[in-house]
């Protein structure tokens, strides 16, 4: 009578129903006493707290901001400098781990040697506790605004952070821009005729020197020919603090050194490892064929250590961005800091904020997952039957 | 007649051997090579002696006091005063004996394991050791009325024997989920697939800060509030739900390094989906999966500092709780460094044991 049990498609039938089951029946009892929940500790839902003032203060921001400001605009505040941390923090961390990377492979005993001993010093303790050591670093060794180290009196460090030049556009200064964009769809163009003639004819053209042609002098010389639209704003010593340029805060200043120094140890073992993958084999091949060795390096071995290395760098990048969220600890306004901690403890709608929160996050690392897939499907080994 | 004389070898030019010719090849092998050795030893010679100086030579290890100590360099007397907070917690002083001696049994434990080697017992042995070990480890160090031994309250518990107890449970605990998860993702069944591909891919997009803030904040909504959530079962929550995805993911690769004969010919002889993981699949896929299990814990013992964010006393809560105690005011760095110390020693030990691992466990040939 139960044979049909015995039938794999009814079981898995059956065990999906019972899942499925289970789920909406934990669900729907979580719902229902979030409901409870919410009515017995007069919590408010829903996304009007976003209109309203927040009332607190933020030391750092790229976009305009008061106290009066509503919540949004925090939002706004914590995500765009979430981003710069970010941005700034991987460029770093790319340098100084393509640095260590290299210098790992070194044949210089102690160059090779000191790479070893910074990659397994900072990477394994924890990024915390390294955000915490330069903080209270900087904190402890920076001087004070009026004995603040300077450099070409243009950018200054003291205990309030660094203060760089601001440079500030004129009007006309657009121009410039569209030129950089034509300059680098020009490059592209220049590029693809050139890779064209290479596959008619076989003579390879170095296009490097068309590209900066296109990229740099043609946006200079817009620049000088509609009179250089653009002046910095120095900072500048005034009572007892400075005034103008940008400054970044000496959190801003920890949390991007700690951040890069840490991601830098995966980077450049991620670095090491590429390069070790590709067979010595290889190297030997394309000379014996009569590359240079620039050609060598640049047609045979970087094609196929990037394949390798590329991934985990890629993934460095998102680890990097989801470890800024720990400027919290430091004070730093962060999406974290300022939405997730100081505005859910004004309104205390935790679901609404942590899922604003969550979703920022999880559209980060999707975009950052897409980029990887789209790079490996380009670096893929394309084989004769595809 | 002349005779042939055998000419005595001349010995190797001096840059060849000895010192002398391994500094030549390794340092000065070329013009470039002799400025790179001369930048490594100009860093060098910035960063060692300073250091050296903070952390041994100039620093004080008797002074009894904060004014007494000197503020030049490193006062580890303050160390010396508070270890017993970096190690415990606030843990009352006069119930040490059970960490110390959880921490006894544990060794023992271990030593047990490896003394059965080739017994034809040991993987009983061991799986009940295993068993009754949580049950230890829980009436030791919270404590239970019915027993006799002294309640705990975990609000008490801090310091590095709360970092160990919350990596462990969080890597005992979610390894059941995480091989439930990586089943699920391999798994024919789509509805299944896909609740095990959003839970692991929705985790791994989140910090874990905020899956911290989301267990301490966010979770205690979802239940009737009678029940009371301790504060530490919350992180313990929340760092579970976070290693678990992380080891499914290791699973998952272990999984797919099976070769697919393996399956086919576990379903050719007969054996239903529990049989066929449990006895032929599993057992191989965990081998394989070993060092990159033991490398995700040591990616978990970095993250348990995360933590103190959530207001628990872990070291580097405690070294930071250093600014507010007036007696040794201003010796943060000395607390931070410490910790670093120990953090450090503890995850070098775990990442060259990994390493081993790796070696004995690589069976190619």
Redesign the interface.
């Known amino acids: 009578m139960f044979d049909f049990l015995n039938n794999n498609k009814v079981r898995?039938i059956l065990?999906?129903l019972i899942?499925?089951a289970i789920?909406l029946y934990i669900g729907y009892n979580?719902i229902n006493?979030?409901g409870?929940?919410?009515e017995?500790l007069g919590i408010r839902s829903g996304f009007d707290f976003l209109d309203t003032r927040a009332g607190f203060g933020i030391s750092e921001y790229f976009i305009d901001y008061t106290i009066d400001s509503s919540n949004l605009q925090v939002f706004y505040v914590g995500l765009i400098n979430t981003l710069v941390v970010s941005v700034i923090g991987i460029i770093l961390a790319s340098i100084l781990g393509l640095i260590i990377g290299i210098a790992r492979l070194?044949?210089?005993?102690?160059?090779s040697r000191?790479a070893n001993a910074y990659i397994?010093?900072f990477r394994?303790?924890?990024?915390?506790?390294q955000i915490?050591?330069w903080y209270?670093?900087a904190l402890?060794v920076l001087p004070s605004p009026r004995n603040s180290m300077a450099l070409f009196d243009a950018i200054f460090l003291n205990l309030r952070g660094i203060y760089l030049p601001k440079p500030i556009a004129e009007d006309g200064f657009i121009w410039v821009f569209v030129a950089l964009i034509v300059g680098i769809v020009a490059m592209f163009i220049n590029k693809r005729r050139f890779a064209k003639k290479r596959d008619e004819t076989g003579i390879r053209t170095n296009t490097i020197g068309y590209s900066l042609l296109f990229v740099i002098a043609l946006p200079s010389v817009v620049y000088f020919a509609i009179g250089a639209p653009m002046h910095f704003d120095y900072p500048s010593l005034q009572g007892f603090n400075f005034k103008g340029g940008i400054a970044f805060s000496p959190e801003f200043l920890a949390l991007v050194l700690a951040l890069s120094i840490y991601a830098a140890t995966y980077i450049a073992e991620a670095i090491r490892s590429g390069i070790e993958s590709v067979d010595q084999g290889q190297t030997e091949a394309a000379l014996a064929m009569g590359l240079s060795y620039t050609q060598t390096l640049k047609l045979v071995l970087l094609p196929q250590a990037f394949r390798v290395a590329i991934p985990p760098i890629i993934n460095q990048y998102l680890n990097l961005t989801?470890?800024s969220?720990?400027a919290?600890?430091i004070g730093y306004a962060d999406l974290?800091g300022v939405f997730?901690g100081t505005v859910?403890n004004q309104v205390g709608q935790?679901?609404e904020v942590?899922l604003m929160?969550?979703a920022v996050?999880?559209t980060?690392?999707?975009i950052i997952s897409l980029i990887l897939n789209i790079v490996n499907h380009r670096m893929r080994i394309i084989g004769l039957n595809p | 007649m002349s005779t042939f004389k055998l000419k005595t070898a001349k010995p190797a030019p001096l840059s060849q051997v000895g010192v002398t010719g391994w500094l030549m090849q390794?340092?000065f092998?070329s013009k470039l090579?002799t400025a790179?050795?001369f930048i490594?030893?100009y860093?060098?010679y910035l960063i060692i002696p300073p250091l050296l100086d903070w952390m041994i030579f100039s620093a004080d290890f008797t002074s009894a006091t904060n004014n007494e100590c000197t503020r030049e360099a490193a006062c580890w007397s303050y160390i010396g005063f508070k270890i017993n907070l970096f190690m415990y917690g606030m843990y009352p002083s006069e119930e040490y004996w059970r960490p110390n001696l959880l921490l006894i049994i544990t060794v023992a434990f271990g030593i047990i394991a490896r003394l059965l080697k080739g017994n034809r017992y040991k993987n009983k042995v061991i799986l009940s050791l295993f068993f009754i070990y949580p049950f230890i480890a829980f009436f030791l160090l919270y404590g239970s009325e019915t027993l006799g031994i002294a309640v705990v309250e975990t609000h008490r518990w801090g310091g590095l024997m709360l970092t160990i107890v919350v990596a462990s449970v969080g890597i005992v605990a979610s390894f059941p989920i995480g091989i439930a998860l990586a089943l699920g993702r391999q798994s024919?069944?789509?509805?299944?697939k896909f609740?095990s591909v959003f839970c692991i891919e929705?985790i791994?997009?989140?910090?874990?800060?905020?899956i911290l803030?989301?267990a301490s904040?966010?979770l205690?909504?979802?239940?009737?509030?009678d029940i009371d959530f301790d504060k530490l079962l919350r992180a313990l929550i929340g760092i579970t739900m976070f290693q678990s995805v992380y080891i499914a993911e290791v699973i998952r690769g272990g999984l797919q390094a099976v070769p697919k004969g393996q399956y086919e010919a576990a379903d050719a002889a007969g054996l239903n989906f529990v049989q066929k993981m449990a006895l032929v699949i599993l057992p191989q896929a965990l081998k394989i999966s070993i060092p990159n299990i033991v490398g995700s814990f040591?990616a978990l013992f970095?993250?348990t500092?995360?933590v103190?964010?959530i207001g628990l006393f872990d070291m580097?809560a405690i070294?930071?709780l250093a600014t507010s105690d007036a007696d040794w005011l201003g010796r943060?760095?000395e607390g931070?460094?410490f910790?670093?110390i120990v953090?450090?020693v503890i995850?070098?030990l775990m990442?060259q044991y990994s390493k081993t691992l790796e070696k004995r466990f690589n069976t190619e040939h």
């Open positions: 898995f065990f999906q899942v499925i789920v979580a006493n979030l409870f929940n919410i017995r070194s044949k210089n005993y102690l160059i000191l397994e010093l394994n303790i924890p990024i915390l506790l915490l050591f209270n670093l402890s989801k470890n969220s720990l919290a600890a974290v997730a859910l935790a679901i942590l929160t969550m996050y999880l980060i690392s999707l | 390794n340092l092998s090579n790179f050795s490594a030893i860093l060098l024919t069944m789509k509805i299944i609740l929705f791994r997009g989140i910090p874990l800060i905020i803030f989301m904040v966010m205690p909504l979802f239940f009737i509030s040591i970095k993250d500092t995360l103190l964010i580097l070294a930071k943060k760095t931070i460094v910790v670093a953090i450090w995850l070098f990442s």
